[in-house]
């Protein structure tokens, strides 16, 4: 959560929000995409990068191992990834959603849209948390 505040406060992500996460080689997926600020409604286009359960973004496409990304979101995080071309009044945009935020962006393309409402989906499958054997235990003890 502490990341998602920062990015939307417009602060520097920590480095242990994306420490070990090789961004700059083989992402799941990544482009251009305009994000809107949260505060200032403008929009922005940023390179996203999707990696390892993060959403990270950076002010240009040449992202190497020294760069810093603006902004983190761990996809373990949010809860929906839509389209949202009825709420912005815009093409190709779409939204994702944590219990606590909404964020919205824009593709360039129909196809780009969908291709990043998949994989942004994708992962909050494969990262979502699970419920782990100690918690079904617990459960089990307490009834």
Known sequence: MESLWRSAT???PNLEDYSGIEF??????????ARQGDYIKTWRRRWFVLKQGKL???????VNRLSAPRGVVPVSNCLTVKGAEDVLNKPFA????TSQDTMYFIA???????????SIGRSIVQHSRSVTDSEVIDYDLKR
């Open 94 to 97: 779409f939204e994702v959603s």
């Open 10 to 12: 417009f602060q520097a």
């Open 108 to 118: 360039d393309s129909e196809k780009d849209k969908e291709d990043w409402i998949n």
């Open 56 to 62: 990270l973004w950076f002010k240009d496409s040449n």
């Open 24 to 33: 700059w080689s083989n992402p799941e997926r990544s482009g251009w995409l």
